[in-house]
């Protein structure tokens, strides 16, 4: 395994778990050293997600060791002292156990504080969790190992018709219809909120997540998603598909549009 791991966004039931910047660094007003190789999160708690300054309360580590074509994980974390006794980060433990059987395909796992070593069949017993359904997980393993996803050309690109038709011609893009009938379903000719965009994608029965998802720096995004942006002046809906930008006022491109921030992502499952 390489020793450069994009980690995914990770989430609970009360948190997000961004891979970790120097920025959360300054939130916490903590000195950390962050490797480029670091495996770690920061936690942020869901309530304070839509805000500008991102509130940052925790960190968790992920150490992985590989021996004899075997890989062993462990775990370490810090919490800010007024949330000691939330249980806050036995949630995010968990979710990183998880990801390290399911996503990494661990076969043990060791938990530093608690001196506990749990095994991949441990796991699979206390969860139900059968390797036939290993497979069948969300996390991109291709990711991982840091390679490049190569795209393919099954989203025809389409452009947006107008000004405002952003929103729609990415939902036509997934749908394989045009912008114009998207606009019908939404009965919406102009700009889209989430909610016309969460209404097209449940008529034409395409799989997405229930909630929008915040970016965060470093967060590699899902295999195709619908990424909001904040532009000078206006806000812009665009399609990311296997590492290109489908997008629909600027084109097919490889990377973010210039002077685009992205502040969130629909999944596409």
Not at 60 to 82: F, P, R, T, V
Request: net charge negative.
């Amino acid at each position: 395994m390489s020793n450069k791991i994009n980690l995914p966004l990770l989430e609970t039931e009360r948190l997000f778990l961004a891979p970790w910047t120097t920025e959360f660094a300054k939130e916490m007003k903590i000195n950390k050293v962050i490797d480029t190789n670091s495996r770690e999160w920061a936690m942020v708690p869901k309530e304070d997600f839509g805000k500008r300054k991102i509130k940052t309360i925790g960190s968790i580590a992920l150490h992985l060791n590989m021996s004899d074509g075997e890989l062993s994980a462990g775990a370490d974390y810090l919490l800010a002292e007024e949330y000691r006794n939330s249980n806050l980060c036995e949630e995010a433990l968990n979710k990183v156990i998880h990801y390290a059987f399911v996503g990494l395909k661990a076969k043990t796992f060791f938990i530093k504080d608690k001196k506990i070593t749990m095994t991949r069949d441990d796991f699979s017993k206390k969860h139900n969790y059968p390797d036939s359904l290993y497979e069948q997980d969300i996390y991109r393993i291709n990711y991982i190992d840091g390679n490049a996803n190569d795209y393919a050309n099954s989203i025809n690109y389409q452009a947006q018709p107008n000004e405002y038709q952003c929103g729609q011609a990415c939902v036509a893009m997934l749908a394989g219809v045009t912008p114009a009938e998207v606009a019908d379903i939404m009965y919406e000719e102009y700009g889209t909120c989430d909610e016309d965009i969460n209404k097209a994608l449940d008529y034409y029965k395409i799989p997405h997540s229930n909630i929008r998802k915040p970016f965060f720096p470093n967060i590699i995004l899902p295999d195709i998603c619908i990424v909001s942006m904040q532009l000078p002046g206006y806000g812009h809906w665009s399609l990311y598909y296997k590492g290109k930008f489908y997008d629909p006022e600027f084109g097919l491109l490889d990377k973010c549009p210039e002077n685009a921030e992205i502040c969130y992502y629909w999944e596409i499952n």
